[in-house]
């Protein structure tokens, strides 16, 4: 079992101190994805569905436990091995975009494959690959604020794309945008998922969660509910 | 490796195109700081050269012995009441000492001279022998200088500098034409080559030189009198021996001070030195002033913009730039701000040492200084981002990511 595991957690912490007082946002996570899970965390704000994330994706480190990525110990990396995995195993999808409100769509695309050392012509080559991916071929060179809202967030997930990652993460992909472009966000997500992507999902919203096949539940930093049996 | 390096530089350069009219303003400090250096040098080098050009008629082997010291800190009053000098003083000079090859005896005051209609007011007068060729170093381009017959006859030919020449008759040759020194007329026999001013202070462009012997019969045998004395060998020891043979001319005890006094090129050249000390030191003032308050400027705006695009930073991190690449990217801006702004203030200064050689004086802008300024621009750049880039670098990509 633990061979196809593409991640595994194991007694994951998080503490933050706050003052004089300890905050545990991660308090003894256990977790295993395999490749091509398709996974919804859910749970009350503040029960650390964005920690856990940050973890996964390598931007935070945990206070305590194992991390082991694809077969390399992330919790023992410095920040440049931390840098590269970001780059070349993780696309990224936030609630607020976070797209580079000067650079074109193309640009923002480009990005990631800038810091993987990409040369010119496969950058663009592959930016404009996975901007028609998202359904954007005929926007490349707007910019984000000649966008609407579920453009954006296409954009910003052609950018998660682009470096072909081991796994996608999105946290509240849909929390910033009407229901008729969260639905098409997830249609998005779901055909990624198809062609066997691994997505990690972080979402309040029932609707939202249903596209996945296993949802875990989060409280008070810790793992209340794992529930895989859903399969269809 | 190179794709990364140049696409650092390309996102570096955008930051700056993003923030156009602000970097303009911050690299005024620069662009000031870059002209003031360069356009000091250009200064300098104008200065250098004219100075060898209207100091070369004073050779370096000919003492000048008069009343007065020409820079001293002496008391005026003190040197304005020795004994005149006299004017078998040349001639009393050549007999006593080997040293001493050959003396001319210079007289000089202030005139007005008139041709027709045009007339010049203060043109220096100097009455001379035809020594004064070999003890003074002018190159006459037309005609000829004065000879020992005239000298001795006392006839009325004039040698005239080439401003006097421009002045009197314009285009016309002044070769044998008559002009009034003084309302006494005279016949122009030689121009003197063209010298040029330094600073205004000396020019032989703007004299007139005729035998010592009119000068004394139309004007005065006493008064300003200076004897220019060659010597041979060295000129400490020349200048000992030739003081010797003074004292003994006045007939001076040894207890009692020079009356007279004993100049040489080297004087201005010590007087020129401190004018261009002080044109250097006041450049590089404003050079360093203006550019640390740039780099400051510059310091200043690489912050706000690291704090203006801390989430830019946040996702940057998030898709895999490392610590090193922010650092360079920041830190490239700054440098760039600032190369911008040295080749700006490069160009300008190029442009003032144009004006400078066409309109002030012959001069050009020494290149290693130019090359030097730009490189100075650079490190104010390397000095000044560090601190904005380390900030920018060491941010945490999740709460640069949260940043509003
Ligand atoms: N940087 C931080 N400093 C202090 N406390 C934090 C920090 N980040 C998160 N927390 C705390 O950790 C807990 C979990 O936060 P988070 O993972 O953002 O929850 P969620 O995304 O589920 O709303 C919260 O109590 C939050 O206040
Ligand atoms: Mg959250």
Redesign the pocket.
């Known amino acids: 079992m633990k061979s196809d595991a593409l991640i595994s957690l194991l007694g994951i912490e ?1 503490t ?3 003052g004089t007082e300890l ?4 308090a003894g996570v256990d977790l295993t994805i395999r490749e091509n899970e398709y996974i919804s965390v859910m ?12 973890i996964i994706g390598c931007l935070d480190s945990p206070s305590a436990g194992t991390y082991e990525f694809g077969g390399e110990m992330v919790h023992e990396m410095d920040d440049n091995q931390l840098a590269s995995i970001r780059n070349r195993k993780i696309g990224f999808v936030f609630q607020t975009f976070n797209l580079l409100p000067k650079l074109t769509a193309l640009r923002n695309v480009e990005l990631p494959l800038i810091y993987a050392n990409v040369p010119r012509e496969d950058r663009l080559e592959k930016a404009k690959q996975a901007l028609t991916k998202v359904g954007l071929g005929d926007r490349i060179t707007h910019k984000p604020n000649e966008l609407s809202g579920g453009q954006r967030q296409r954009v910003a997930i052609a950018r998660a794309l682009v470096t072909d990652p081991s796994i996608i993460l999105a ?1 509240e992909p849909t929390g910033n945008l009407d229901s008729k472009s969260g639905v098409e966000i997830m249609k998005i997500l779901d055909g990624l998922h198809d062609q066997g992507n691994t997505i990690i999902l ?1 979402t309040h919203e029932a609707d939202v969660a249903k596209h996945a096949r296993r949802i875990i539940r ?1 409280l008070d ?1 810790r793992i209340e509910h794992d529930d895989r049996k859903r399969t269809v | 490796m190179f794709t990364l390096i140049w696409e650092t530089v390309r996102i570096s350069f955008q930051g700056i195109l993003e923030n156009k009219s602000r970097a303009l303003l911050t690299m005024l400090g620069i662009v000031i700081g870059v002209l003031a250096v360069t356009l000091m040098g250009t200064l300098i080098s104008g200065l250098d050269r004219s100075f060898e050009r209207s100091m070369s008629f004073l050779g370096k082997d000919v003492l000048f012995i008069g009343k007065y010291e020409w820079f001293s800190n002496q008391d005026w009053w003190e040197m304005r009441n020795r004994p005149d000098m006299q004017l078998d003083y040349g001639e009393k000079l050549k007999a006593a000492s080997d040293v001493v090859l050959n003396t001319s005896t210079v007289m000089a005051r202030r005139v007005d001279v008139a041709r027709g209609d045009n007339s010049l007011l203060g043109v220096q007068l100097r009455g001379t022998t035809p020594e004064y060729m070999q003890t003074s170093f002018i190159n006459i381009d037309q005609g000829r200088f004065i000879t020992g017959g005239e000298d001795r006859s006392g006839s009325r030919v004039a040698v005239i500098g080439a401003d006097v020449a421009q002045g009197l008759f314009q285009n016309r040759n002044p070769l044998g034409e008559r002009m009034k020194i003084s309302g006494v007329t005279f016949r122009v026999i030689g121009v003197v080559e063209k010298q040029g001013k330094f600073l205004g202070l000396f020019s032989m462009d703007n004299q007139i030189i005729i035998p010592l012997g009119t000068y004394t019969r139309i004007f005065s045998r006493r008064g300003y009198i200076q004897i220019n004395v060659k010597f041979a060998g060295d000129p400490g020891e020349a200048k000992e021996e030739v003081r010797g043979v003074m004292r003994r001319i006045r007939g001076l005890r040894p207890q009692d001070k020079d009356n007279f006094a004993i100049n040489q090129q080297e004087a201005f050249e010590t007087q020129y030195k401190a004018i261009k000390l002080a044109i250097g030191g006041t450049g590089v003032f404003i050079t360093v002033l203006s550019l640390v308050v740039g780099g400051i400027g510059i310091m200043n705006i690489m912050f706000v913009s690291v704090k203006e695009r801390t989430r830019e930073i946040g996702v940057r991190k998030a898709i895999g730039a490392t610590r090193p690449l922010i650092l360079g990217q920041f830190l490239l801006e700054a440098i760039f701000i600032c190369l911008l702004a040295g080749l700006a203030g490069l160009g300008l200064a190029y442009g003032g040492s144009r004006l400078i050689d066409q309109y002030v004086f012959p001069s050009t802008m020494p290149v290693w200084l130019g090359v030097l300024s730009v490189f100075l621009a650079v490190f104010v750049g390397v000095i000044s981002g560090i601190a904005p880039s380390f900030k920018a670098a060491r941010l945490d990509p ?2 640069a990511l949260r940043y509003e």
Request: net charge negative; aromatic share 4%; hydrophobic share 35%.
């Open positions: 998080k933050y101190e706050v905050v545990h946002a991660l749970g009350p704000s503040g029960s650390g569905k964005s920690t856990l994330m940050n946290d972080v989060l930093g | 999740i709460e």
